[in-house]
């Protein structure tokens, strides 16, 4: 079964941090994808990543950067944190096109 | 360009009765389909998945959902709602080749049961 790990569950950092979520998957997916979720938005697409050290912008990627360093981690990155990226964190993988994305748990991210 | 509404952001139910979530689509090719369930502090699962194999299809938990070409809707049903499918429901569609292979979401609808 394929596993999405994301290290943290709740995160809790101060204004102007430097702050990075990783994710790691276990399935050989090519691609990989960061979402924050808002209520009443649904999820919204940062960044993904069809490959390593390849990277596309999604829908909001302003005030985030991501890395792709081996085919397993997919880290995003805050270069300075601001209160309104408090939010849900999701990461996904995917193999292909016809397959569902695989979920981690989320990180509940609060900027004080 | 692909595109997913889901018609309403709460649904309420009685237990026992029938649980109908309205998904909508666009695409420009013919699309993959999945309904994804969400329990609270957690993330998104796979409730099932259209790839055109049958225009009805079967998931987990007594949930199934029919694919209309005619009315592009993939509307996500289940005949007796239990307590424990109070969840948020996320639909999301995908093109086949030629088009883009990147999910959109819809904006998800929170089913509510009560006893």
């Known amino acids: 079964d394929v596993k999405v790990t994301q290290s943290s569950r709740y995160l809790v950092k101060r204004t102007g941090e430097k702050v990075f979520l990783e994710c790691v998957q276990d399935m050989d997916h090519e691609n990989m994808f960061w979402y924050r979720q808002d209520p009443g938005l649904g999820l919204r697409l940062i960044y993904f990543s069809y490959d390593v050290k390849m990277k596309e912008k999604g829908d909001i990627p302003e005030g985030y950067s991501v890395s792709r360093e081996k085919k397993e981690r997919f880290s995003l990155i805050l270069e300075s944190a601001s209160t309104n990226q408090t939010s849900m964190y999701l990461c996904?993988?995917?193999?292909?096109?016809?397959?569902?994305?695989?979920f981690g748990d989320g990180t509940r991210l609060s900027i004080l | 360009a692909q595109s997913v509404t889901q018609l309403g952001s709460h649904v309420s139910v009685s237990e026992g009765a029938l649980v109908l979530l309205r998904c909508n689509y666009s695409?420009?090719?013919?699309?993959?389909l999945f309904w994804y369930v969400q329990y609270p502090n957690q993330g998104l699962q796979l409730l099932l998945k259209y790839t055109s194999a049958a225009t009805l299809v079967k998931g987990i938990n007594g949930f199934e959902a029919e694919f209309k070409k005619s009315e592009t809707s993939f509307h996500l049903t289940k005949p007796s709602a239990h307590m424990s499918d109070a969840a948020e429901y996320f639909c999301?569609?995908?093109?086949?080749?030629?088009?883009?292979?990147?999910?959109?979401f819809g904006r998800g609808t929170s089913l509510i049961v009560h006893p």
């Open positions: 695409s420009s090719v013919p699309p993959y």
């Open positions: 999301a569609v995908s093109d086949r080749p030629g088009g883009s292979y990147i999910p959109t």
């Open positions: 996904a993988s995917l193999g292909t096109a016809h397959q569902p994305q695989h």
